[in-house]
Structures are given as C-alpha cells and as structure tokens.
C-alpha cells in the first residue's frame, strides 16, 4: 500500500513563502510522474503542478507560473513544492498525488491514484 504524507503547510502573509513536502512510503516517488493539487472551500480540486519521473520537466497551472516550484528527491522519495509570492487566492488545502500515467503528466485529478491527506495553507491579505 502506497502511503503519501504531506507537511510545510501553514500560515503565510500576502508575498511570503511556504515549502511543502511530500512523503513516499516507497519507492513511489522514483517511479511515477507526481503532482500537487488544491482545493480552496466550496472550490473543485484543481491542478497545481506535476513533475517527471527523473525531475527533469515540470508542468504548471497558469495560476502558480512564475511563483510555485515542483522539485523531487529521489533518493529521499519525497516530492516538494516551493511557494513564493503567496496570494490570498492560494489559501487551499494541498495535496501530492501519484499519476497512474507512467509517460506523461496529466492535469486531470482521475489521472491520479495515491493521494496523500492533505496540508492546510491559509495567506493573508
């Protein structure tokens, strides 16, 4: 059983920054293309970023470009994502998934197998 553990959240101010990890059970993370998702209240979970299985290549949504960073660590297993010019439209709950697609990333949440249990980030204006 593939178990993803997600930490970093917190509370940030408006411009500030937040580092969020996640934890692989197992060699997940070396063998999957993983991702990060959202979901603010009363909102759909939607796509934050994804990266390739070597970190090589990394996709985004439109909404992070330019501020969010999707790295991995393989020999740790542990996927991260750093935050920078955090906006209050970023306040969700954020969750690291594993893709069942072995060759490219998806920004579809049913693409998605493992999901971790979610950390809480909350920025203020």
């Known amino acids: 059983q593939v178990q993803l553990v997600e930490s970093g959240g917190g509370l940030a101010q408006a411009g500030g920054s937040l580092r969020l990890s996640c934890a692989a059970s197992s060699r997940t993370s070396t063998t999957y293309i993983m991702a990060w998702f959202r979901q603010a209240p009363g909102k759909e979970r939607e796509f934050v970023a994804a990266?390739?299985?070597?970190?090589?290549?990394?996709t985004y949504a439109d909404s992070v470009k330019g501020r969010f960073t999707i790295s991995r660590d393989n020999a740790k297993n542990t996927v991260y994502l750093q935050m920078n010019s955090l906006k209050p439209e970023d306040t969700a709950v954020y969750y690291c998934?594993?893709?069942?697609?072995?060759?490219?990333?998806?920004?579809?949440?049913?693409?998605?197998?493992?999901w971790g249990q979610g950390t809480q980030v909350t920025v203020s204006s």
């Open positions: 990266i390739s299985r070597s970190g090589g290549s990394a």
């Open positions: 998934a594993r893709s069942r697609n072995y060759y490219s990333a998806s920004t579809h949440s049913y693409e998605y197998d493992y």
